[in-house]
């Protein structure tokens, strides 16, 4: 009569499959493949950007420890986690750099999604979430922004809310809902703070989640000139362990970048914000703003008979709108795509970005 | 309240009435268009007032003959001698300026009677300055706009006009390079490159309306104004009675007027001392110069020191706000210390010092721990990344080995 060894190990694992369900969640990975082609490693910048984002909220928990939120204390509480507590300067510029870091991925992703051809049907909700996500990520810039107080936060925050009031009929109500006053102050402050550490996170995860499940319902989309030429057989890897396995590689990559940041260029706190005090001479908002910025800074004040701000916000809001709905002009009412027009707007509106944030920055 | 009821009358005439003084003068040419097309800039201009109000004459004829009557109270080009009680007229009237500037002084008058050039002026030297020399004319504008020649920042340009023309002071028998030192000075420097207006120009030591030069025995109150401190300290001094008596000008002594230099130790001790002027190296007064030349210099090197380090770690990214805010206490120090100076007592410059050099330690103490955990910071990023690079170097034979082993299958 034969009989079988049980090791301890697999009645752990026995025991955890019948309450979890592991081995069906095992079953499902096993399934699961990543298309392998030429530009296979655009694929890791939405990991990039998602182990980014959890970096976020591990190094956000830890600052939320010691930072208080009113304007007579954020500052001196910032400073204080960065020169009293154990790492704090670490937590924090990691924080800081992996905000702009995670910005900086997910605007890749979005152009490799483009450029890919992965917006097209029947993924247009995926493409949806993930311009909302990005979406998301610059309110927590800009939100994150003021948090510490300073100078230039402070100045960059009234420029910014600003710009909200320019709206025709709803832009006061906007401003004052934004700053919870007619001006910049400790209420701004409080709001911006709720806004960073609760409002946001609760819709980011909710989208994150919807964003993963429709990327799972649809699987990896492949370019069309690589099904083209496969015969629509796409050479595939499985995701778990091979494809994971190397994305592991790439978050570990980010890590030492981000690590390597936060120790050679720590990010400044600079001075306590003074609301008396003139604005900064060439203040300039985080990069990723830079780009409209200066495009509203070349609008003359009057065109026409309409103010100057408020056309470059309405262009910015049409050409947002046109973004959007990128899945919906990119194929013709014959359902043919329009290839060109997609690669040649996501190199002009590239191409745009960087000239002007970088015209923003130097001028 | 007959001076407020005609100038309300100026005022509805402006605003309603014709004039045809504008009307006329405009269409001249050169010298008598002039006024004319300047008067649009002119701040009585803006408050009503018209050609007439200082002219005399009818604004509201048509006939140059009418307009320019002698009956009507045209007076032409008034006499420059006239021109500081014409100007009075309106300035030294309470009543009549408080309608448009309720704070405004009106005793400019009886002050430019006291000055050396309204003095001159009573003489019938109609080469001394009247109203219109410093504050032009017919484009006449408030001293606070960046164009009046009278702006804290062209008034030296202004005196300069006269006061730096030898042709102009060579019957006064004064020099000509005052305007030349002042544009040397340190007060120059604070007004055109610190933008500080309230730095003293020609009129904060002179006066303005009634303007003559110091005295000796004022100069150190008028220095004083401003530099109360090393005034109370002079005037306490051991220098204070031996100067009067030599009849020496106070603070101008070693600071010169015009042309004041930054004070530095160099002024008490090395070859460029003003105290060896007087005082032997080997004397008690050299020897108490060359201690608080040394005590100055060494507060300034250990503060030169402490900014050196703290610089770096900034540059470095490093957090050493609290440092530099201390920092700032050392600097008080040694701004006390120079002040002390004019005590001429070494022990009075040490103290402060003293308690500069201990904050300056301090500060420079924190940079270089700062600078020292910058570096440990840096070995530890060291240490990461070479785990880092281990694990990815990992997880690339992992994916190697996973590979391989389904290949072989």
């Known amino acids: ?363 | 309240m007959k001076r407020i009821a005609i100038a309300c009358a100026f005022l509805a005439a402006a605003a309603f009435a014709k004039d045809s003084c504008t009307d006329c003068h405009s269409a001249l040419d050169g010298k008598l268009q002039a006024p004319a097309a300047a008067f649009g800039n002119d701040v009585h201009s803006r408050h009503g007032f018209t050609c007439a109000s200082c002219h005399g004459g009818d604004p509201t004829a048509d006939d140059p003959s009418a307009a320019m009557s002698k009956a009507k109270g045209f007076i032409g080009k008034p006499a420059r001698t006239a021109i500081p009680q014409l100007c009075a007229h309106c300035h030294s009237d309470a009543a009549l300026m408080h309608k448009y500037r309720p704070q405004q002084r009106v005793d400019q008058y009886e002050l430019y009677k006291t000055s050396v050039h309204g003095k001159r002026i009573a003489e019938g030297d109609t080469a001394a300055a009247v109203c219109i020399d410093c504050h032009s004319v017919h484009d006449i504008r408030e001293v606070k706009d960046p164009l009046s020649p009278v702006y804290p920042l062209r008034l030296p340009d202004t005196c300069g006009r006269c006061h730096a023309d030898p042709a102009h002071m060579a019957k006064y028998k004064i020099p000509t390079n005052q305007l030349a030192d002042y544009k040397k000075s340190v007060h120059w420097a604070a007004i055109s490159k610190g933008g500080d207006l309230s730095a003293p120009n020609c009129a904060s030591c002179h006066g303005n309306h009634g303007a003559t030069p110091p005295q000796v025995g004022s100069v150190a109150e008028v220095c004083g104004t401003c530099h109360t401190l090393m005034a109370d300290l002079y005037n306490k001094s051991p220098h204070q009675p031996v100067f009067a008596a030599m009849g020496e000008k106070g603070c101008v002594t070693c600071h010169s007027n015009h042309d004041i230099e930054m004070p530095s130790p160099a002024m008490l001790a090395g070859p460029k001392a003003v105290c060896s002027q007087c005082h032997d190296a080997d004397s008690a007064g050299g020897k108490a110069a060359a201690q608080m030349a040394q005590l100055i210099g060494n507060l300034s090197a250990a503060m030169k020191a402490s900014d050196a380090v703290l610089a770096q770690a900034r540059r470095d990214g490093m957090e050493v706000a609290d440092a530099v805010l201390q920092e700032q206490q050392a600097n008080e120090d040694l701004v006390k210390a120079r002040v002390a100076v004019h005590a001429f007592d070494p022990a009075a410059v040490a103290a402060p010092i003293n308690a500069g050099l201990k904050i300056a330690a301090a500060t420079k103490l924190a940079g270089e721990q700062a600078l020292r955990e910058r570096d440990q910071r840096r070995k530890g990023l060291a240490v990461s990344l070479v785990a880092i690079l281990i694990t990815i170097v990992g997880l690339a034979f992992a994916i190697r080995a996973v590979e391989s082993k389904r290949e072989n299958r």
């Open chain 1, 1 to 363: 009569m034969a009989t079988t060894t049980i090791t301890s190990r697999q009645r752990v694992a026995g025991w955890l499959d019948e309450r979890l369900g592991l081995s069906s969640l095992k079953e499902f990975l096993s399934h699961k493949t990543v298309p392998i082609h030429s530009a296979t490693m655009w694929y890791y910048f939405g990991g990039i950007t998602l182990f980014l984002f959890t970096i976020q909220v591990l190094t956000g928990i830890l600052l939320l420890l010691y930072y208080r939120p009113t304007a007579s204390e954020a500052y001196e509480s910032v400073q204080f986690i960065m020169t009293r507590v154990r790492f704090g300067w670490l937590i924090r510029s990691i924080h800081s750099w992996s905000a702009n870091l995670m910005i900086f991925t997910a605007f890749v992703h979005m152009f490799s999604v483009v450029f890919l051809r992965a917006y097209r049907r029947p993924r247009e909700l995926t493409w949806f979430s993930g311009i909302a996500l990005l979406g998301l990520a610059l309110g927590f810039g800009f939100s994150g922004y003021l948090l510490p107080w300073n100078t230039i936060s402070y100045f960059a925050t009234k420029v910014g809310t600003d710009m909200a009031s320019a709206v025709p009929v709803v832009g006061s109500t906007i401003a004052r809902f934004l700053r919870g006053g007619e001006d910049v102050g400790g209420a701004t402050l409080t709001r911006f703070f709720g806004f960073h550490v609760a409002v946001l996170p609760g819709i980011a995860t909710t989208l994150i989640f919807v964003h993963l499940m429709l990327v799972q319902k649809h699987g990896i989309s492949s370019p069309p000139w690589v099904e083209q030429k496969t015969g629509g057989k796409v050479p595939q890897m499985k995701f778990f362990p091979n494809f994971f396995l190397r994305e592991m590689m790439a978050w570990y990559a980010a890590l030492g970048v981000l690590g390597s940041l936060a120790a050679i260029f720590p990010w400044e706190l600079g001075e306590k914000a003074d609301p008396f005090a003139s604005a900064p001479a060439g203040i300039h908002p985080e990069w990723y703003f830079l780009a409209p910025f200066y495009t509203l800074k070349l609008i003359p004040s009057q065109v026409l008979f309409v103010e100057g701000e408020l056309l470059g916000l309405f262009g910015f809001a049409v050409l947002a709108l046109w973004w959007v709905l990128l899945p919906f002009w990119a194929t013709n009412p014959k359902g043919e795509e329009r290839a060109r027009l997609v690669t040649g707007a996501g190199v002009a509106l590239l191409a745009y970005l960087v000239t002007f944030s970088l015209l923003g920055y130097f001028r």
